[in-house]
């Protein structure tokens, strides 16, 4: 799952992507005009995978990932027009949005509503320009075919849309649609999730300026709202396992800031995790909401789901009741479960196939 992190300057948005990539970079490096976007995986938080770990001992353990795209801090005062940078976004699966909540070194106060309601419009003017231009296209063509007619009856009522402040994955668009709009790669048509990047202070008290108008809107919006002491957490994140508790503890976080965002992107993509474990690897894989068994099994290996036979399926839950595999067995959680049976988050699977 590929994912857009954007934010305006000074926002501690790098510190985000460190804090969720496990990155060092330096936070002003995307100080000059040449800057580019950079990308890194994120492992997402899995108790499970250490439990199912101490069981089989594995050679290995492979969390889930994100694939995180930062964008450089976004700017309008290059050119006027949309952000060159947000193209680079195009093409993930759903973005993040950083405002900054606390006071930065320069003495700013923050201004998170306004801050997000600017980048809600960067992102909607970016989608609008592309709008334009297709209708430019399809109104100075040679001739315009039904099609483009139908198409352009789409274009229109997006760009009407988009110019009264409503995103794209607001409307109820239908099949057809979608499918003229599909090659577009609209940022507001993408599922979104916006962080407030608070002080310790702030993070405790969960207050900060404009936090009840941003719930609101967030609401209204249907927009996962998460909260984050990204720069404590950094150095949390450094600690030892004992005294990052502590700390975590004292924060009153019970979730680290890359577990609460990838919660909440799961929520809102509708995805879930599979689990696969033995001696070699123990092994969390994302899936859809609705995949079924064979499908699960194609995202291991395409073998596997071509020459897919049987399933073996156990709960996580109850093979933590069980403690052992062989329990499992024995008290009759073990399923066998055929190619159409829907997957449910936390299954311990077993592909049976053959090639």
Not at 26 to 31: I, P, S
Not at 160 to 165: C, G, I, S, V
Not at 229 to 246: G, V
Request: net charge negative; aromatic share 6%.
């Amino acid at each position: 799952m590929d994912v857009g992190l954007i934010g305006l300057p000074r926002s501690g948005k790098t510190t985000v992507f460190n804090l969720l990539t496990h990155s060092k970079i330096e936070v002003n490096q995307f100080g000059g005009a040449r800057a580019e976007s950079r990308q890194a995986l994120a492992p997402i938080p899995d108790s499970r995978l250490q439990w199912l770990s101490d069981l089989y001992h594995p050679k290995k353990v492979t969390a889930a990932q994100l694939s995180v795209v930062d964008v450089p801090g976004l700017s309008r005062s290059d050119t006027g027009g949309p952000n060159r940078f947000l193209n680079d976004v195009r093409l993930v699966d759903a973005l993040i949005l950083v405002v900054r909540g606390f006071t930065n070194d320069l003495g700013e106060s923050a201004t998170p509503l306004a801050d997000l309601e600017e980048m809600e419009l960067e992102l909607m003017l970016s989608d609008l320009d592309l709008l334009e231009k297709r209708k430019d296209r399809i109104r100075t063509g040679k001739k315009v075919t039904r099609e483009q007619q139908d198409e352009l009856a789409v274009v229109e009522r997006l760009a009407d849309a988009l110019e009264n402040n409503q995103r794209l994955n607001q409307l109820n668009l239908d099949e057809d649609e979608l499918r003229w709009i599909r090659g577009y790669q609209f940022l507001t048509l993408k599922p979104v999730i916006w962080v407030v990047n608070l002080d310790e202070s702030q993070f405790k008290a969960q207050n900060y300026q404009d936090s009840a108008a941003i719930a609101e809107l967030a609401s209204s919006k249907e927009v996962p709202l998460v909260t984050m002491a990204a720069a404590l957490e950094q150095e949390i994140e450094e600690l030892s396992d004992e005294d990052r508790a502590i700390f975590m503890e004292d924060l009153g976080a019970h979730d680290t800031g890359l577990a609460r965002v990838a919660s909440a992107m799961y929520r809102k993509l509708g995805l879930i995790s599979f689990l696969t474990a033995g001696e070699d690897e123990v092994r969390a894989w994302t899936i859809r909401k609705g995949t079924v068994a064979k499908q699960a099994a194609g995202k291991i290996h395409s073998d596997i789901e071509r020459g897919f036979i049987r399933a073996e399926v156990v709960a996580f839950d109850d093979l933590v009741r069980a403690n052992t595999m062989a329990k499992a067995r024995d008290l009759g959680l073990v399923r066998l479960e055929g190619k159409d049976y829907l997957m449910k988050d936390g299954d311990l699977v077993n592909f049976r196939f053959n090639v």
